[in-house]
T-cell receptor
Framework: DADVTQTPRNRITKTGKRIMLECSQT?????MYWYRQDPGLGLRLIYY???????NKGEISDGYSVSRQAQAKFSLSLESAIPNQTALYFC???????????????FGPGTRLTVL | DQQVKQNSPSLSVQEGRISILNCDYT??????FLWYKKYPAEGPTFLIS?????DKNEDGRFTVFLNKSAKHLSLHIVPSQPGDSAVYFC?????????????FGGGTRVLVKP
């Protein structure tokens, strides 16, 4: 079973609609992240969370909001979707410890979102 | 302004030969660097990393070299295999950066021809 799961895997929606993308993890990690991937731009951080009561903006948070309902769940919402939010969205987790690999993040399979 | 850049969007190499992927960064606070590999319809997976206190790290067929003075790192894959065909992302992090944030490059698509 996958350690980090995302639903839905694909979504097509219309401009102005509210969309929620869900992420769940079984790794027991405290830290969770949302990224979007656009061609040639790599992955850019939208929001991240250290624990249930912690929410932090990333470099491109405008137009997005998040909710950390539990340690294992982190959802991303587009309040009013627009076409330039068409992208591949990834959720990731990390344990945030002091081990050598503390920077390593583990990614879900991604959600392909198309906004028409 | 991208702090991590992969200037080659694609690379084609013959099976058995060496693949060399390059990555440049501008932020001198970066002290830990990672390479991720991504297949279509899957999320990125961690491949190899290097701390700024080292200039080389090797793991099987994969070696990462770091040149801090040039703010440049490279990933060598030797010998290249068809299963190495994927998109490779370089990422960087600064110790103590809030959330252990990673800054990614734009990716290099590698095609290994049989």
């Amino acid at each position: 079973d996958a350690d980090v799961t995302q639903t839905p895997r694909n979504r097509i929606t219309k401009t102005g609609k509210r969309i929620m993308l869900e992420c769940s993890q079984t790794k027991g990690h405290d830290r969770m992240y949302w990224y979007r991937q656009d061609p040639g731009l790599g992955l850019r951080l939208i929001y991240y969370s250290f624990d249930v009561k912690d929410i932090n903006k990333g470099e491109i948070s405008d137009g997005y909001s998040v909710s950390r309902q539990a340690q294992a769940k982190f959802s991303l919402s587009l309040e009013s979707a627009i076409p330039n939010q068409t992208a591949l969205y990834f959720c990731a987790t990390s344990d945030g410890g002091l081990a050598v690999s503390y920077n390593e993040q583990f990614f879900g399979p991604g959600t392909r979102l198309t906004v028409l | 302004d991208q702090q991590v850049k992969q200037n080659s969007p694609s690379l084609s190499v013959q099976e058995g030969r060496i693949s060399i992927l390059n990555c440049d960064y501008t932020n001198s606070m970066f002290d830990y660097f990672l390479w991720y590999k991504k297949y279509p319809a899957e999320g990125p997976t961690f491949l190899i990393s290097i701390s700024s206190i080292k200039d080389k790290n090797e793991d099987g067929r994969f070696t990462v070299f770091l040149n801090k003075s040039a703010k440049h790192l490279s990933l060598h894959i030797v010998p290249s295999q068809p299963g190495d065909s994927a998109v490779y992302f370089c990422a960087a992090s600064a110790f103590g950066a809030a959330g252990n944030k990673l800054t990614f490059g734009g990716g290099t698509r590698v095609l290994v021809k049989p």
